[in-house]
């Protein structure tokens, strides 16, 4: 018996399949899309924080060239606050009211023939202000307190008691600022009317939530709008939520009765599209003289919006799935100020969290006179800590081995300031961190023609992510296929729904819905030739045979089976298709955990010891990410996330002046990491397939990115001495 090896398509570091379009430029981005006949919009953003408007004077910018409308809260149509989704609300709708509650919050928007005519008619517009104190800091004590987000707060076990029977207590203060996501490609909304249906080019990570939204704020079906997103210029969690000025661009376009393009400016980006919140977060941490953890207390505060409640993110959940502590308390609080509304930003939550946690366990570390791997390992998690449940997937462990093998750590001095080269003080720090877990439900449709290919679809966004690709090697490889027999659809709601490209979650979502649609596929094709005697497949499901090389084969007999296209010509079908749905499985269903990606990171810095400047000289990321589908795009995400960590770290901070203006609101003031500052980075994946879904995998989007920060924070207290609880680590902090 002659058995034919099915292609590998999988792991393979396979090229972008939307790499040629995007460097040919032709890669239709949202603010590449034109209609006959379409004008702009720019945006008038308030100059104070609080207060009221009480009189908009729009003469001058109406008599301006080529301006259609003018439109503000005296004279704009009523619509309604979208529904909220499964995940968080949505934004109050705009120039729905004359109260402001911060600065740049839209009070304005002109639509003209060209951008250049809108952007100099929205200066003409002339708004008078009766302003009020704003309240911009988290220690104001005029802030709202929003007590424990989550419902109720998070204990484990006796913590005082664990308090108690320590030897050693670590108490510490750490601080995370402001962040903004700033993605290269500028949010546009491009918004066509055509009666009461509605086309949308919009820059989001979820279609499906953008159309929901707008179908709710204009009062019309679902059925009459579609969202555009084949391709979007990165986001970072920016794109999550449905913006104001998506809104205003199919208020715009309804009102003057033509397509409307309203693309933000980079300072726009810093006001109307989110940001990451600060946090303040106090660790308390009890051992015993073995580095046993008894006892760990994590309170975090960050601020939220006035009026917009959003996603509350947990800052303190890391401590409670880290370690294998048996008594835990956390306490997660909001408090509201006069800023522009946060939201997710890459590692929402985990990053700030891990910051704390990862830096307060080195301190512990330093105090026991303990090694910061030992320290880990001494308090690895073997089953998930609250559930009391195996994880489905964990080789965080192997993550800390194969680190510090790679890295060198045990040639360490663990001494602060003993370690020098050239005149520099060298450090080495490490974290171990993980991601939490995250999948949505996903639908998928897969069609396969007389051609022999396949056309694969969904919903769901590329936000440069790698989705094209990953995908259609998922596809050929679950369909019997080469890679360049698949095309790929995404960021259309004409196509099956899909969840938010956010949270790590997309491969394992869509993998799996395509896994399941290729699945009844494959069936399809089997049912049309049951009773076909022609057919050697006839009579069989999909578990008897396997796809290769484009034909179905029987599994007791390779040689026997038949390809697509002849069971297509032999029943005159031009083609077959088929859909897919995945819905995540519950722990207590499967009696697993549900694990997101771990990872450990060993960095080495050098600080200059007169000016105390840091330079990051190398850094190892070693990842359990489950199954890689690519390698090429899964280090390329990993890279990604690393160098915004060495961002987080040293670099990034959205200043606010005391007026409640973002004072830093360009790339020439908001500092983002640059190649001088970036070293070659080691990236290694370790780890088996993940059991929690069919396809094996775990999300690398996020995990490049949480760990970063504290590793190299560690790393600057064992080059020099002193201990930097705040992020960035600018050098006046060491002076």
């Given at each position: 018996?002659?058995t034919?090896?099915?292609?590998?398509?999988?792991?393979?570091?396979?090229?972008?399949?939307?790499?040629?379009?995007?460097?040919?430029?032709?890669?239709?981005y949202?603010?590449?899309?034109?209609?006959?006949?379409?004008?702009h919009?720019a945006?008038?953003?308030?100059?104070?924080?609080?207060?009221?408007?009480?009189?908009?004077?729009?003469?001058?910018?109406e008599?301006?060239?080529?301006?259609?409308?003018?439109?503000?809260?005296?004279?704009?149509?009523?619509?309604?606050?979208?529904p909220?989704?499964?995940i968080?609300?949505?934004?109050?709708?705009?120039?729905?009211r004359?109260?402001?509650?911060?600065?740049?919050?839209?009070?304005?928007?002109?639509?003209a023939?060209?951008?250049?005519?809108?952007?100099?008619?929205?200066?003409l517009?002339?708004?008078?202000?009766?302003?009020?104190?704003a309240?911009?800091?988290?220690?104001?004590?005029?802030?709202?307190?929003?007590d424990?987000?989550?419902?109720?707060?998070?204990?484990?076990?006796?913590?005082?008691?664990?308090?108690?029977a320590?030897d050693?207590?670590?108490?510490?203060?750490?601080?995370?600022?402001?962040?903004?996501?700033?993605?290269?490609?500028?949010?546009?909304?491009?918004?066509?009317?055509?009666?009461?249906r509605?086309?949308?080019?919009?820059?989001t990570?979820?279609?499906?939530?953008?159309?929901a939204a707008?179908?709710?704020?204009?009062c019309?079906?679902?059925?009459g709008?579609?969202?555009?997103?084949?391709?979007?210029g990165g986001?970072?969690?920016?794109?999550?939520r449905?913006?104001?000025h998506?809104?205003?661009?199919?208020?715009?376009?309804?009102?003057v009765?033509?397509?409307?393009?309203?693309?933000?400016?980079?300072?726009?980006?810093?006001?109307?599209?989110?940001?990451?919140?600060?946090?303040?977060?106090?660790?308390?941490?009890?051992?015993?003289?073995?580095?046993?953890?008894?006892?760990?207390?994590?309170?975090?505060?960050?601020?939220?919006?006035?009026?917009?409640?959003?996603?509350?993110?947990?800052?303190?959940?890391?401590?409670?799935?880290?370690?294998?502590?048996?008594?835990?308390?956390?306490?997660?609080?909001?408090?509201?100020?006069?800023i522009p509304?946060?939201?997710?930003?890459r590692?929402?939550?985990?990053?700030?969290?891990?910051?704390?946690?990862?830096?307060?366990?080195?301190?512990?570390?330093?105090?026991?006179?303990?090694?910061?791997?030992?320290?880990?390992?001494?308090?690895?998690?073997?089953?998930?800590?609250?559930?009391?449940?195996?994880w489905?997937?964990k080789?965080?462990?192997?993550?800390?081995?194969?680190?510090?093998?790679?890295?060198g750590?045990?040639d360490?001095?663990?001494?602060?300031?003993?370690?020098?080269?050239?005149?520099v003080?060298?450090?080495w720090?490490?974290?171990?961190?993980?991601?939490?877990?995250f999948?949505?439900?996903?639908?998928?449709?897969?069609?396969i023609?007389?051609?022999?290919?396949?056309?694969?679809?969904?919903?769901?966004?590329?936000?440069?992510t790698?989705?094209?690709t990953?995908?259609?090697?998922l596809?050929?490889?679950?369909?019997?296929?080469?890679?360049d027999?698949?095309?790929?659809?995404?960021g259309?709601?004409?196509?099956?729904?899909?969840?938010?490209?956010?949270?790590?979650?997309?491969?394992?979502?869509?993998?799996?819905?395509?896994h399941?649609a290729?699945?009844?596929?494959?069936?399809?094709?089997?049912d049309?030739?049951?009773?076909?005697?022609?057919?050697p497949?006839?009579?069989?499901?999909?578990?008897d045979?396997?796809?290769v090389?484009?034909?179905?084969?029987?599994?007791?007999?390779?040689t026997?089976?038949?390809?697509?296209?002849?069971?297509?010509?032999?029943h005159?079908?031009?083609?077959?298709?088929?859909?897919?749905?995945?819905?995540?499985?519950?722990?207590?269903?499967?009696?697993?955990?549900?694990?997101?990606?771990?990872?450990a990171?060993?960095?080495?810095?050098?600080?200059?010891?007169?000016?105390?400047?840091?330079?990051?000289?190398?850094?190892?990321?070693?990842v359990?990410?489950?199954?890689?589908?690519?390698?090429k795009?899964?280090?390329?995400?990993?890279?990604?996330g690393?160098?915004?960590?060495?961002?987080?770290?040293?670099?990034?901070?959205?200043?606010?002046?005391?007026?409640?203006?973002?004072?830093?609101?360009?790339?020439?003031?908001?500092?983002i990491?640059?190649?001088?500052?970036?070293?070659?980075?080691?990236?290694?994946f370790?780890?088996?397939?993940?059991?929690?879904?069919?396809v094996?995998?775990?999300?690398?989007?996020?995990?490049?990115?949480?760990?970063?920060?504290p590793?190299?924070?560690?790393?600057?207290?064992h080059?020099t001495?002193?201990?930097?609880?705040?992020?960035?680590?600018?050098?006046?902090?060491?002076?």
């Open positions: 018996m002659t034919v090896e099915r292609p590998r398509v999988l792991g393979a570091g396979t090229d972008r399949v939307d790499g040629p379009q995007k460097a040919a430029g032709s890669a239709p949202p603010s590449d899309v034109s209609y006959p006949g379409m004008v919009a945006l008038v953003r308030s100059s104070i924080a609080a207060g009221r408007v009480v009189g908009i004077n729009t003469s001058r910018a008599a301006a060239p080529g301006v259609l409308a003018v439109i503000t809260p005296d004279n704009a149509p009523r619509i309604e606050r979208a909220d989704t499964p968080w609300r949505q934004p109050p709708p705009p120039l729905q004359h109260t402001i509650v911060h600065h740049g919050q839209y009070v304005g928007v002109v639509v023939d060209t951008v250049e005519e809108a952007t100099a008619a929205a200066r517009v002339d708004v008078a202000y009766e302003p009020t104190d309240v911009l800091s988290l220690d104001d004590p005029r802030a709202i307190t929003v424990d987000p989550f419902g109720s707060n998070r204990h484990r076990g006796d913590v005082m008691g664990g308090f108690a320590a050693v207590i670590f108490d510490g203060e750490y601080v995370t600022p402001d962040e903004t996501n700033n993605p290269m490609g500028l949010f546009c909304t491009v918004a066509a009317w055509d009666g009461d509605l086309t949308v080019h919009d820059a990570q979820w279609p499906d939530s953008t159309r707008l179908a709710g704020a204009f019309v079906p679902e059925t709008i579609r969202v555009l997103a084949p391709y979007v986001g970072f969690g920016a794109g999550l449905v913006w104001p998506t809104v205003l661009a199919a208020m715009a376009a309804r009102m009765g033509r397509p409307v393009k309203l693309t933000l400016t980079r300072p726009q980006m810093f006001t109307g599209v989110g940001h990451r919140p600060a946090t303040v977060q106090r660790l308390r941490i009890g051992a015993r003289n073995d580095g046993t953890l008894t006892a760990i207390e994590h309170e975090s505060v960050q601020p939220v919006a006035v009026d917009d409640d959003n996603i509350a993110e947990s800052v303190t959940t890391v401590s409670a799935v880290g370690y294998a502590c048996p008594n835990v308390v956390n306490i997660d609080r909001q408090r509201r100020l006069n509304v946060p939201t997710s930003m590692g929402p939550g985990d990053a700030q969290g891990h910051f704390a946690l990862e830096c307060a366990m080195d301190e512990l570390a330093y105090q026991l006179g303990i090694d910061p791997v030992e320290l880990r390992l001494r308090n690895y998690a073997e089953e998930h800590p609250q559930l009391g449940l195996p489905s997937s080789a965080l462990r192997e993550c800390y081995e194969v680190g510090a093998e790679r890295f750590w045990w360490r001095n663990p001494t602060p300031r003993s370690m020098r080269r050239d005149g003080l060298v450090g720090g490490m974290a171990g961190v993980s991601f939490f877990w999948q949505a439900p996903c639908d998928a449709r897969a069609s023609d007389r051609e022999g290919r396949a056309f694969v679809r969904s919903a769901a966004t590329d936000i440069g790698g989705t094209y990953v995908m259609t090697q596809s050929a490889d679950r369909l019997g296929l080469r890679p027999q698949v095309r790929m659809g995404l259309d709601t004409d196509l099956p729904s899909a969840p938010p490209q956010g949270g790590s979650g997309m491969t394992a979502s869509l993998g799996s819905a395509i399941a290729s699945r009844n596929l494959i069936q399809a094709f089997l049309l030739v049951a009773d076909d005697v022609a057919s497949l006839r009579g069989l499901t999909a578990a045979v396997t796809a090389d484009g034909r179905l084969q029987r599994n007791d007999d390779p026997r089976g038949e390809s697509y296209r002849e069971i297509l010509d032999r005159d079908r031009a083609e077959l298709s088929a859909n897919g749905s995945s819905v995540p499985a519950k722990p207590e269903e499967l009696g697993l955990a549900p694990a997101g990606p771990f990872a990171r060993f960095v080495e810095v050098h600080v200059d010891p007169d000016l105390d400047r840091i330079k990051v000289a190398r850094l190892v990321s070693v359990d990410a489950g199954r890689i589908l690519n390698r795009t899964a280090r390329s995400q990993i890279v990604g690393t160098v915004g960590g060495i961002g987080m770290a040293l670099l990034e901070e959205t200043v606010t002046d005391p007026t409640g203006r973002i004072a830093n609101a360009t790339f020439g003031d908001y500092l990491p640059v190649n001088a500052d970036v070293p070659d980075l080691d990236v290694v370790v780890g088996e397939p993940d059991r929690f879904n069919p094996g995998v775990k999300g690398v989007g996020e995990i490049g990115l949480v760990g970063v920060a590793a190299i924070a560690n790393a600057v207290f080059a001495g002193r201990r930097v609880r705040s992020l960035p680590l600018t050098l006046d902090k060491l002076l």
